[in-house]
């Protein structure tokens, strides 16, 4: 069995993009039961079962995940947290009048993983994002990868800002005893500028070794970036 915990330097810098290509990557290395998993969804759209016996809240990471996986669970597994408002955890799940429960998502990952070949597990916004909020403290995305002890791989959204946000996202990541298996360059701003100069020093000063660079291109699928990917 192989797992991995998707983190990326922001929201929207292609954890999803990266997940579903690692599924079809482990799948055509020949890993027969293949599932991603997105513990914790906050934006979700209310959709009715076609023989009308209700429905559910479903996200669309959630759709892109079950399409590139090869093994097919309830949403009680793949995603034990679908939470309707489309802002940060914590705050979603106060909106829902839940908690976000991190020993609940562990228990749905030790019963993926009893069934799986690979767990990909995408992780919510960046590293550090907070999940619930309690007594003062709170628990967050990096307490989940250190609870399900995962090595980590990093998506860096290539544009203005991602040096700090890479540094200090892989900081965070090594500080709590993780490994991070690896990091993919992708492309968020076409227009960025010294895109190769910044590249360079992520390839320089990331202690892990990348996995893929994709530029801005977004008619690419998963099945076809699987190929320009590395695995770890
Ligand atoms: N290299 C790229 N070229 C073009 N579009 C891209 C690229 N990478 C990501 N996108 C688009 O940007 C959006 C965000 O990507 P993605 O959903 O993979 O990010 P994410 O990190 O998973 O976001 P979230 O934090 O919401 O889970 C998507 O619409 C995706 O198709
Ligand atoms: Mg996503």
């Known amino acids: 069995m192989v797992a991995y915990f998707i983190t990326g330097t922001d929201t929207g810098v292609g954890k999803t993009r990266t997940s579903a290509s690692l599924i079809h990557a482990l799948r055509q290395a020949g890993y027969k039961r293949v599932v991603g998993m997105k513990p914790v969804t906050a934006g979700c759209d209310w959709v009715e079962r076609a023989d009308g016996s209700g429905g559910q809240w479903l996200n669309e990471d959630v759709v892109a995940l079950r399409a590139a996986s090869s093994l097919h669970v309830p949403s009680s597994f793949d995603n034990p947290y679908a939470l309707p408002a489309p802002v940060s955890p ?31 597990v995408e992780g919510a916004g960046g590293f550090v994002v907070p999940l619930n909020e309690q007594d003062g403290g709170c628990e967050t995305s990096a307490d989940l990868a250190q609870r399900l002890r995962l090595p980590v791989i990093m998506v860096v959204g290539l544009r203005l800002g991602c040096l700090n946000h890479a540094l200090l996202t892989q900081e965070a990541i090594l500080a709590r005893g993780l490994p991070l298996a690896g990091w993919v360059a992708n492309v968020v701003d076409p227009n960025m500028a010294e895109q190769a100069a910044n590249l360079a020093t992520l390839q320089r000063q990331l202690r892990a070794p990348m996995l893929a660079h994709w530029g801005w291109d977004a008619s690419a699928r998963p099945d076809q970036l699987a190929s320009s990917l590395r695995l770890p």
Not at 91 to 118: C, P, W, Y
Request: hydrophobic letters at 55%; proline letters at 0%.
């Open 90 to 120: 914590h705050i979603a799940a106060r909106h829902a009048d839940t908690v976000i429960d991190l020993a609940h998502i562990e228990a749905s990952f030790h019963a993926l993983q009893q069934h799986a070949d690979a767990v990909i």
